[in-house]
């Protein structure tokens, strides 16, 4: 690729992003109004491909909250079908089914924007226990595996000669019509930071086996769709897969070898037959020219090396929780309302939330290697036991503290609270209304414990690499997991906000330009349970299938 081809792409991510901001008086484009005959499925089925039922936990891992976070913590666990069911399950599987009458409407461990799930997962497996080795497609409506294609018994050895560990691949993949569908041109954001969801949940998940995943920058995109067969799939126009990223799961006191993949080991994938047909997903497609534009722009033409993997600081104990791992996994829900006279939280918890969301050494999900901390922390502080109201910064990147401080408003205080944590007084006051006007005037935003803007070191990380990119909106997913699961931990619910006026919030910090931009929102509060709704088991569907009901 010539440098022209590559300055040409940076400007159309420039440009879309531009182009897809909420302004007060123009939010950005979309139909406007839910055409529910067009609605896209939310489960993803090959028909023709045989299938693979998985099995359910028969009990969860008994871990305690913090092993969530603390890599190699936990023995590993054999690579048999029975444990790699089970980090799907908590990781991409189905938690509940919530009904009303009238409707009914699953739920899962990974969220999603308007829980429409535009991601998928496939699992390059070694063979074992009467089963092949091969690439599958999962299915979280059957909890199982669909064989796309059969690989032979010696790739594995392959595998393990070029990682120096034993372990299989996982890759992720967006369906940018599932979003698109709801949020017109915004959806490609909205794409990105799911897959950042699903990555913190497939570390998280693999922490509770005793395994740790590491990202694989040294493979481009064109090679990631032979290896899943995106390139010689019949997908129904509009509805294609868009590969993400392909992981190495390995035990997690093992460091495997992160170089570039070897062209032999990509071969291996042109020599086998895919099967299976992608059935429809929607009768009807509207077409957004921009978002396959910025995708293309996005693709990463080339395998990436000396990525950095973790900063040196050694993990934190965070404050503990009555809840196991898995149950906060399991209990994990997306707030639509709080009650603001029941929203408050302890300043331990506080920082224990904030703590977590920091890169540190041997630390879920960060450790998973995606790269330099680029996204820092503007915090709407509204009812912190011990702490004044006001906007704080978390400044999860010490290399960048002089950059922010110079960028953002010379009025600001920056003063810092604690020495183990890098969290700066900016300015005191009540500022529940304006964080509620900048989330779209969302009422959630302002009545619970705090609300957040994740700014991004913009402009300097795409340069020259535009598929960065999508980076910077998967480390922002990743950190609305933590904060998702951390909110849970301390008997509080989160939920993430990606409809904000972008400009209003640049303009509360002070940022100028495109140096910075503000690209995802998150709340904790104390939630409102909407008393309409029941719950249902995860699977409990599976067993009238099995009835033939």
Same mark, same amino acid.
């Given at each position: 690729?010539?440098?022209?081809?590559?300055?040409?792409?940076? #400007?159309?991510?420039?440009?879309?992003?531009?182009?897809?901001?909420?302004?007060?008086?123009?939010?950005?484009?979309?139909?406007?109004?839910?055409?529910?005959?067009?609605?896209?499925?939310?489960?993803?089925?090959?028909?023709?491909?045989?299938?693979?039922?998985?099995?359910?936990?028969?009990?969860?891992?008994?871990?305690?909250?913090?092993?969530?976070?603390?890599?190699?913590?936990?023995?590993?666990?054999?690579?048999?079908? /029975?444990?790699?069911?089970?980090?799907? #399950?908590?990781?991409?599987?189905?938690?509940?089914?919530?009904?009303i009458p009238g409707s009914t409407w699953s739920l899962r461990m990974n969220p999603s924007s308007g829980n429409l799930h535009p991601t998928e997962s496939y699992w390059i497996l070694p063979g074992g226990q009467g089963y092949p080795g091969g690439v599958y497609h999962y299915s979280p409506f059957l909890h199982s595996l669909e064989l796309r294609a059969e690989l032979a018994d010696t790739v594995a050895q392959i595998w393990r000669e070029h990682f120096g560990t034993c372990g299989f691949l996982v890759a992720v993949s967006s369906i940018f019509w599932r979003e698109a569908w709801k949020y017109g041109e915004r959806a490609f954001r909205?794409?990105?930071?799911?897959?950042?969801?699903?990555?913190?949940?497939?570390?998280?998940?693999?922490?509770?086996?005793?395994?740790?995943?590491?990202?694989?920058?040294?493979?481009?995109?064109?090679?990631?769709?032979?290896?899943?067969?995106?390139?010689?799939?019949?997908?129904?126009?509009? /509805?294609?897969? /868009?590969?993400?990223?392909?992981?190495?799961?390995?035990?997690?006191? #093992?460091?495997?070898?992160?170089? /570039?993949?070897?062209?032999?080991?990509?071969?291996?994938?042109?020599?086998?037959?895919?099967?299976?047909?992608? #059935?429809?997903?929607?009768?009807?497609?509207?077409p957004w020219p921009i978002i396959d534009t910025v995708a293309q722009a996005c693709r990463k033409n080339r395998p990436e090396t000396g990525m950095a993997a973790w900063r040196e600081d050694p993990p934190t104990i965070l404050p503990g929780s009555p809840w196991s791992a898995a149950q906060l996994i399991r209990r994990r829900r997306s707030a639509v309302a709080f009650d603001r006279r029941s929203s408050r939280m302890s300043r331990e918890h506080f920082y224990g939330c904030l703590q977590a969301c920091l890169p540190r050494r041997d630390q879920a999900p960060f450790d998973a290697g995606l790269g330099e901390a680029r996204v820092h922390l503007f915090i709407f502080v509204h009812q912190v036991d011990d702490m004044q109201p006001g906007l704080y910064a978390l400044v999860r990147n010490p290399d960048h503290l002089d950059d922010v401080q110079k960028s953002t408003w010379s009025q600001f205080l920056w003063n810092r609270l604690d020495d183990a944590l890098p969290l700066y007084l900016l300015e005191t006051g009540d500022r529940r209304d304006e964080a509620r006007v900048i989330s779209c005037n969302q009422e959630i935003a302002g009545d619970g414990v705090f609300s957040l803007g994740m700014v991004a070191r913009y402009r300097d990380s795409l340069e020259n690499c535009p598929h960065r990119y999508k980076h910077l909106f998967w480390e922002t997913g990743m950190i609305g997991q933590v904060l998702y699961l951390q909110a849970e931990a301390y008997g509080l619910r989160g939920t993430g906000i990606g409809c904000f006026f972008d400009d209003p919030m640049h303009d509360a910090c002070g940022f100028r330009d495109n140096r910075y931009q503000d690209l995802y929102h998150f709340t904790v509060g104390y939630p409102i349970e909407d008393e309409r709704l029941t719950t249902k088991p995860a699977y409990y569907h599976l067993e009238k299938l099995q009835q033939g009901l």
């Open positions: 690729m010539t440098d022209d081809q590559v300055k040409s792409d940076v #400007e159309q991510v420039l440009h879309y992003h531009e182009q897809t901001k909420h302004h007060f008086h123009q939010p950005a484009r979309s139909l406007g109004y839910m055409d529910w005959s067009t609605q896209p499925d939310p489960f993803r089925f090959y028909k023709g491909c045989p299938l693979i039922r998985l099995p359910l936990l028969a009990t969860d891992p008994k871990v305690a909250h913090g092993g969530l976070f603390l890599r190699g913590s936990l023995p590993a666990r054999a690579f048999i079908l /029975e444990n790699i069911a089970g980090m799907i #399950e908590l990781s991409l599987g189905l938690s509940a089914w919530k009904t909205y794409c990105h930071h799911d897959v950042g969801h699903a990555l913190a949940a497939l570390r998280f998940a693999a922490n509770l086996m005793g395994w740790s995943v590491h990202l694989l920058h040294g493979i481009s995109d064109r090679d990631l769709d032979r290896m899943l067969g995106i390139d010689r799939t019949d997908w129904v126009a509009g /509805e294609r897969d /868009e590969a993400d990223l392909l992981c190495w799961v390995c035990p997690g006191t #093992e460091q495997p070898n992160l170089a /570039e993949l070897p062209d032999g080991l990509i071969e291996v994938f042109d020599r086998v037959t895919f099967q299976g047909r992608p #059935e429809t997903l929607s009768g009807e497609r509207h």
